[in-house]
Each structure stands twice: as C-alpha cells, then as structure tokens.
C-alpha cells in the first residue's frame, strides 16, 4: 500500500496549485478516496472526498475554491486549488475517506503548500 502526494509548494494568496495522489491499493476504482490536511499546531482534517461513482465532498473552509477529481484506470486523484488563503497553508495528505466506511490506510508523506499573503 503506498499513497504518495505531490504538487505542493510556495504560492502567493489568491494563486493556484494542482495536487496529485498516485494509491497504490487495491480495489481503488470502488474506494472513496479523500484530501486531507494538517495545519501547523492543528489536527488533520478531511477537506474533499470524491466516490468511486464521482460524488464529492468538500468541507466548508474550501468549498467553491477546491475541485477534487479521480482516475479511476490509472488510480489517481487531484485537488485542483483555487484562491489560495494564507490559512490553507498546510500538508495536505491523500487516503481513503471514511465517509462509506472505508479503513485508514498507512499515510504517505504528505505534500507541504504554503501560501504567502
């Protein structure tokens, strides 16, 4: 099992950066995989989760700004990041969302954004 994200970096506010999530698991396609994130000091929080048949979620800090989407064939998942706050400023992570049940996985390294206001 290997989840590796990448794409983050250093972004002026109101910019944009488009993450990626290669999942190496198995049964992917029939997963809800989700993007989470974890502020300095703060706990990690589910952000976005998109379904095996493509329904999402976003939480009320990235909803209208945020676009997740997935690969199913190739098993892989992007955030596309919009109007970039300095308060996104994080690691954001990708794993398997909870919202049907699904088990944790083993978190990868995450990818750090950091947003300059």
């Known amino acids: 099992v290997q989840l590796q994200a990448c794409?983050?970096?250093?972004?002026q506010a109101g910019g944009s950066l488009k993450l990626s999530c290669a999942a190496s698991i198995r049964n992917f396609r029939s997963t809800t995989m989700?993007?989470?994130?974890?502020?300095?000091?703060?706990?990690?929080?589910?952000?976005a989760d998109v379904s095996s048949g493509g329904s999402t979620y976003y939480s009320d800090s990235v909803k209208g700004r945020f676009t997740i989407s997935r690969d199913n064939a190739g098993n892989m998942m992007w955030l596309q990041m919009n109007s970039l706050k300095p308060e996104d400023t994080a690691v954001y992570y990708c794993n398997t969302s909870p919202r049907y049940g699904a088990a944790r996985l083993t978190w990868g390294q995450g990818t750090e954004v950091t947003v300059s206001s």
Do not use: D, N, S
Not at 34 to 47: C, F, S, T, V
């Open 7 to 11: 794409g983050g970096g250093l972004v």
């Open 34 to 47: 989700g993007w989470y994130r974890q502020a300095p000091g703060k706990q990690r929080e589910l952000i």
